[in-house]
């Protein structure tokens, strides 16, 4: 059975920094590119950032580019996103998942979702 299980999240001030994780088992996702979003309370889960197999192309939401970076280790099936100037909006649960095809930023194109971790940026 595939699961993908996120930790790190936790309680920062605003311009702090966080380290999330997605564990992996189940399957070897060495060969898939995988990715992150997130959910605010009443809006829509969107995308955040995605990695290919390789780590070799890194894909960013305009919100997050330069504040963010999304990270892979395939011999510890382990995806990583290190964030950084945290800011209020950030303020989500932060999901990882697995792309099956399509476009990088749709939810449609993602299978095999973690249960979230919940970032919180106070001002």
């Known amino acids: 059975q595939v699961q993908l299980v996120e930790s790190g999240g936790g309680l920062v001030q605003a311009g702090g920094s966080l380290r999330l994780s997605c564990a992996t088992s189940g399957r070897t996702f060495s060969d898939v590119v995988m990715g992150w979003f997130r959910q605010a309370p009443g809006k829509e889960r969107e995308f955040v950032a995605a990695i290919t197999w390789a780590g070799h192309t890194t894909i960013y939401s305009d919100f997050v580019k330069g504040r963010f970076t999304i990270s892979r280790d395939n011999v510890k099936n382990t995806l990583y996103l290190q964030m950084d100037s945290l800011k209020p909006e950030d303020t989500a649960v932060y999901y990882c998942?697995?792309?099956?095809?399509?476009?990088?930023?749709?939810?449609?194109?993602?299978?095999?979702w973690g249960q979230g971790t919940q970032v919180t940026a106070s001002s």
């Open positions: 998942a697995v792309h099956i095809g399509g476009s990088y930023y749709s939810r449609g194109s993602y299978r095999y």
